[in-house]
């Protein structure tokens, strides 16, 4: 039976929204193993595969290099990107730094230097193409529902 | 036979957050081993000084999404400490339900979902055959439970809106009270199979360990007097003079000594030094488990954890059913210049919140000390001694063996890395 293959990813944030999801498998674990295949779900696996996604659900903000190379690499592998959470969808809260004074900002430097750390904390869709947000901080479990239902109807699974 | 090899492990899994680790055995010599925290700093101390002190507990609430609850309650004790407010009995019985449901949810996604995989010998809880595939449902049960006792309490699992500084915004509705303690009633009988498996498990880890935690008088993680199985004891507010903090070059948190040495926090810790004040009830039942301790095998950190879920339950279902929560009028006080420090137990261990306001209710500055941070040095050193004992063993088994040691302390590398700079005086 087909089902989509999706991938869970997180970047700089608190992991909330992870932890709304697996919050959200207490009710739905059971269609969601009908329906889903987790290619890619750290919080879950320690075999995880990026390759020939239908949907990477994307969490956090993006603060490093590294980051921004590891997300257009996801969005290369992905047919579908969504943003989950506000960190992904517009930044904050992780983006607290971009706000700080010239001072403040003086002061973390050396760490954001050693780190690898880009001079701005970006929303995903400044980097790549988004196709949906989920809003809000954790992010909104029904919107977020809606858009897995959505796709799993889009990719003909359900 | 000399053995020289590295291990390099990016982004290990199951675990909350990031972290790397790298070991290097030179002629049968652990020469190096690097936990690296690769979680991304997101600068929260900086981002709190000059902010309103009523804005900052739902702030710093973001710091970590599982125990969002632990950093909202602490830092609402450290400003209350500022103000010299008083929270109300009902206030503090609010604040330990509320508690309690971040630690069922919270332990039950570690022990089920990131532990019981290596107790199986599988890869994750979604691989799990038909036989194991009913603790799957305890899992979501349990968390389930934990989830909606927060939720009735807080207005939501993860950032709670109705925790205020001084009180509760809202009431806990009668029926839906009712349902919560149906439900953790339900999935009480979950535990004894879960503590089962974790008692029954053979995995062993022991090291002679320097325990710290806060010793509540009803075990609710909230009030009390920090230990150290050394005997020592610490005022919350002096916890920090104890403290060394530790600059870790590669790491993007720094790590803690308390008094010049590693040392552990945590749910073994508490019970190695406080499972006299269990409740009753979870004593009368799992007397049997409860005797291993105090232990210093680090994977009794599970079945630590196993038996606070436990107690958690107890607990919450005796407050809900004695007590009539009212109205009550709101806190009162005034807007100083003052300093305060709040200490609870999370879910991994002590966490210790110190801020300062100007007179206009401003923060100063804050400073914060979190359970991983604390640990991160005994696991590195735990990790190289586990590396020692197993040379000769192949690089997988070891390798293995290294990611279960680090899922038994419950590491959380959101937590650890939000901080920069030490501003406390």
Same mark, same amino acid.
């Given at each position: 039976?087909?089902?989509?293959?999706?991938?869970?990813?997180?970047?700089?944030?608190?992991?909330?929204?992870?932890?709304?999801?697996?919050?959200?498998?207490?009710?739905?674990?059971?269609?969601?193993?009908?329906?889903?295949?987790?290619?890619?779900?750290?919080?879950?696996?320690?075999?995880?595969?990026?390759?020939?996604?239908?949907?990477?659900?994307?969490?956090?903000?993006?603060?490093?290099?590294?980051?921004?190379?590891?997300?257009?690499?996801?969005?290369?592998?992905?047919?579908?990107?969504?943003?989950?959470?506000?960190?992904?969808?517009?930044?904050? *809260?992780?983006?607290?730094?971009?706000?700080?004074?010239?001072?403040?900002?003086?002061?973390?430097?050396?760490?954001?230097?050693?780190?690898?750390?880009?001079?701005?904390?970006?929303?995903?869709?400044?980097?790549?193409?988004?196709?949906?947000?989920?809003?809000?901080? *954790?992010?909104?479990?029904?919107?977020?529902?809606?858009?897995?239902?959505?796709?799993?109807?889009?990719?003909?699974?359900? | 036979?000399? +053995?020289?090899?590295?291990?390099?492990?990016?982004?290990?899994?199951?675990?909350?957050?990031?972290?790397?680790?790298?070991?290097?055995?030179?002629?049968?010599?652990?020469?190096?081993?690097?936990?690296?925290?690769?979680?991304?700093?997101?600068?929260?101390?900086?981002?709190?000084?000059?902010?309103?002190?009523?804005?900052?507990?739902?702030?710093?609430? &973001?710091?970590?999404?599982?125990?969002?609850?632990?950093?909202?309650?602490?830092?609402?004790?450290?400003?209350?400490?500022?103000?010299?407010?008083?929270?109300?009995?009902?206030?503090?019985?609010?604040?330990?339900?509320?508690?309690?449901?971040?630690?069922?949810?919270?332990?039950?996604?570690?022990?089920?979902?990131?532990?019981?995989?290596?107790?199986?010998?599988?890869?994750?809880?979604?691989?799990?055959?038909?036989?194991?595939?009913?603790?799957?449902?305890?899992?979501?049960?349990?968390?389930?439970?934990?989830?909606?006792?927060?939720?009735?309490?807080?207005? &939501?699992?993860?950032?709670?809106?109705?925790?205020?500084?001084? +009180?509760?915004?809202?009431?806990?509705?009668?029926?839906?009270?009712?349902?919560?303690?149906?439900?953790?009633?339900?999935?009480?009988?979950?535990?004894?199979?879960?503590?089962?498996?974790?008692?029954?498990?053979?995995?062993?880890?022991?090291?002679?360990?320097?325990?710290?935690?806060?010793?509540?008088?009803?075990?609710?993680?909230?009030?009390?007097?920090?230990?150290?199985?050394?005997?020592?004891?610490?005022?919350?507010?002096?916890?920090?003079?104890?403290?060394?903090?530790?600059?870790?070059?590669?790491? +993007?948190?720094?790590?803690?000594?308390?008094?010049?040495?590693?040392?552990?926090?945590?749910?073994?810790?508490?019970?190695?030094?406080?499972?006299?004040?269990?409740? &009753?009830?979870?004593?009368?039942?799992?007397?049997?488990?409860?005797?291993?301790?105090?232990?210093?095998?680090?994977?009794?950190?599970?079945?630590?954890?196993?038996?606070?879920?436990?107690?958690?339950?107890?607990?919450?279902?005796?407050?809900?059913?004695?007590?009539?929560?009212?109205?009550?009028?709101?806190?009162?006080?005034?807007?100083?210049?003052?300093?305060?420090?709040?200490?609870?137990?999370?879910?991994?261990?002590?966490?210790?919140?110190?801020?300062?306001?100007?007179?206009?209710?401003?923060?100063?500055?804050?400073?914060?000390?979190?359970?991983?941070?604390?640990?991160?040095?005994?696991?590195?050193?735990?990790?190289?001694?586990?590396?020692?004992?197993?040379?000769?063993?192949?690089?997988?088994?070891?390798?293995?063996?290294?990611?279960?040691?680090?899922?038994?302390?419950?590491?959380?590398?959101?937590?650890?890395?939000?901080?920069?700079?030490?501003?406390?005086?």
């Amino acid at each position: 039976m087909k089902k989509l293959k999706v991938g869970l990813f997180s970047f700089t944030s608190d992991e909330g929204c992870s932890i709304v999801l697996i919050e959200l498998m207490n009710d739905h674990l059971s269609e969601w193993e009908r329906n889903i295949d987790f290619r890619y779900f750290k919080l879950l696996k320690s075999k995880n595969e990026l390759k020939n996604l239908d949907v990477a659900f994307v969490e956090g903000a993006i603060s490093t290099f590294k980051e921004e190379k590891k997300l257009k690499e996801i969005r290369r592998k992905s047919k579908r990107l969504v943003a989950i959470g506000s960190c992904a969808v517009n930044g904050s *809260p992780s983006n607290l730094r971009n706000f700080f004074s010239e001072d403040t900002k003086k002061e973390i430097k050396i760490v954001l230097d050693r780190f690898g750390h880009r001079d701005k904390v970006s929303a995903l869709n400044e980097i790549v193409k988004v196709d949906d947000n989920v809003p809000a901080c *954790p992010m909104e479990e029904n919107i977020f529902l809606e858009i897995l239902n959505k796709y799993l109807k889009e990719f003909k699974v359900v | 036979m000399h +053995q020289d090899f590295e291990i390099t492990m990016d982004g290990l899994s199951k675990i909350e957050g990031h972290a790397s680790l790298d070991v290097k055995v030179r002629k049968n010599k652990v020469e190096r081993v690097k936990l690296k925290i690769s979680e991304n700093k997101r600068f929260y101390a900086q981002a709190i000084r000059g902010k309103q002190f009523e804005s900052v507990p739902q702030l710093v609430s &973001r710091i970590c999404g599982t125990c969002s609850i632990a950093h909202l309650t602490c830092c609402t004790e450290a400003v209350e400490k500022a103000l010299d407010i008083k929270p109300s009995e009902q206030t503090m019985l609010l604040r330990k339900l509320m508690m309690y449901g971040m630690m069922i949810r919270d332990h039950a996604m570690h022990l089920y979902l990131f532990c019981l995989p290596d107790v199986f010998g599988k890869d994750s809880v979604l691989d799990f055959d038909e036989r194991q595939h009913e603790l799957v449902h305890h899992a979501f049960e349990v968390k389930k439970a934990g989830n909606d006792l927060s939720k009735l309490i807080g207005g &939501r699992a993860v950032h709670p809106p109705y925790a205020q500084i001084g +009180q509760f915004s809202h009431l806990p509705d009668k029926d839906e009270a009712k349902k919560v303690i149906e439900e953790l009633e339900r999935v009480r009988a979950d535990i004894f199979e879960l503590v089962r498996i974790f008692y029954d498990c053979t995995f062993s880890f022991r090291k002679k360990t320097r325990f710290v935690a806060l010793t509540t008088p009803d075990f609710s993680f909230l009030e009390g007097i920090i230990k150290t199985s050394q005997g020592l004891t610490i005022p919350e507010a002096h916890y920090w003079e104890h403290l060394q903090r530790i600059i870790i070059p590669y790491s +993007q948190a720094a790590g803690f000594e308390l008094e010049g040495r590693d040392f552990m926090v945590g749910a073994l810790a508490r019970m190695n030094l406080n499972r006299d004040k269990l409740h &009753r009830e979870t004593k009368r039942d799992l007397a049997k488990y409860i005797r291993m301790f105090p232990s210093e095998n680090i994977y009794n950190n599970n079945l630590a954890q196993t038996i606070e879920i436990m107690h958690c339950i107890d607990h919450s279902i005796e407050i809900l059913e004695s007590t009539e929560f009212k109205n009550e009028p709101k806190a009162e006080f005034k807007i100083k210049e003052g300093k305060g420090v709040g200490v609870i137990e999370a879910p991994r261990g002590t966490l210790y919140y110190a801020i300062s306001l100007d007179k206009d209710g401003k923060i100063d500055y804050g400073n914060l000390v979190i359970p991983t941070a604390q640990n991160q040095i005994k696991m590195e050193n735990d990790i190289r001694n586990l590396v020692y004992q197993n040379l000769g063993k192949s690089k997988p088994f070891i390798r293995y063996e290294i990611e279960k040691l680090i899922r038994a302390f419950d590491p959380c590398m959101t937590c650890a890395t939000h901080f920069l700079k030490v501003n406390w005086l």
